[in-house]
């Protein structure tokens, strides 16, 4: 098993990519601490791991509270010893869609300040516990909004790219106590998407487009990729997983496109 004796920490591990990263990580052989803000969701996936023999805990967090985060890393790791990897997979809600001339500022700037204040704190308070260990891995999650130009996602763009800006150089900043930085940059997800907050800002593309949610994805999987397809959770999950062990010991820095081919390198 790739995570075997490996403390993980998710962060919105009730939400679709959490769950299904949580879920590939216990298969693996981590111990999962769950914190997410609604209960009944990290509950539910917790119920899945551990009706297939996994080892996980739960823990209701509000990852946008800094001392919210910090107690809830210091209890995880005051438990186990150590806090070996850490995804944020916290998904803020937001409004994609309308033309630059009538975003209101506020609008804008949610998910930017959102996504960079949680990923800030949960990677600071894990990284303290990292530090003191000589080791760890902090995984993050972009959008390809990060590299795209077009019309109607300007504030999921620019949150993205400050997330894999952050990556990036936090990775400089932490690379010397041996702890990686990865930020996973997976294209829209359907089964995802099917669940998840995105599938708001997405209708506000699918209505300009006079079109479907289901529709537009298929669009954009027909037309915008070298796959013609989209990625599967198992396939984000199982990378995620991938990543987080030891086999990708010499990777750090890295954006990992997931995109099907929708961008390329
Ligand atoms: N879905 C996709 O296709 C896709 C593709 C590429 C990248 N991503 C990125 O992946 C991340 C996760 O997306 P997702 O589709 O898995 O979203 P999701 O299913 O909506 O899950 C997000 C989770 O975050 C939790 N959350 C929200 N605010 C929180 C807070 N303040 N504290 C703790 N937990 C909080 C939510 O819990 P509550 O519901 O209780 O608030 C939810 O369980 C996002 O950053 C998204 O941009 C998603």
Redesign the pocket.
Known sequence: MLLQNKNAVI????????GAVARAFAREGAKVFL????FA?IDAVAKDISASGGVVETAQ????DEQAVDNHADAVAAKTGSIDIALN????LHVQGPPFAEVPFEDYMHPITA?TR?NFLTAKAVARHMVKQGSGVILT???PGARLTGQGFLGNGVS?AAIEAFSRILAGELGASGIRVICL?????PE??A????REPFSGHATRAGSTVEDWLAGLARTGTLLKRLPTLAEVANFAAFVASDRASAMTGAIVNLTCGSLVD
Do not use: E, M, W
């Not at 962060?11 to 959490?18: D, R």
């Not at 914190?35 to 609604?38: E, F, L, P, S």
């Not at 997979?89 to 803020?92: D, E, L, P, Q, T």
């Open positions: 962060y919105g591990g009730g939400g679709a990519i959490g914190a997410g803000r609604t969701k967090v509000d990852a946008l997979a916290v998904g803020i996504y949680t999650l972009s959008t993205s940059r997976p294209h829209a997800i995802a998407v669940t998840s907050h995105t």
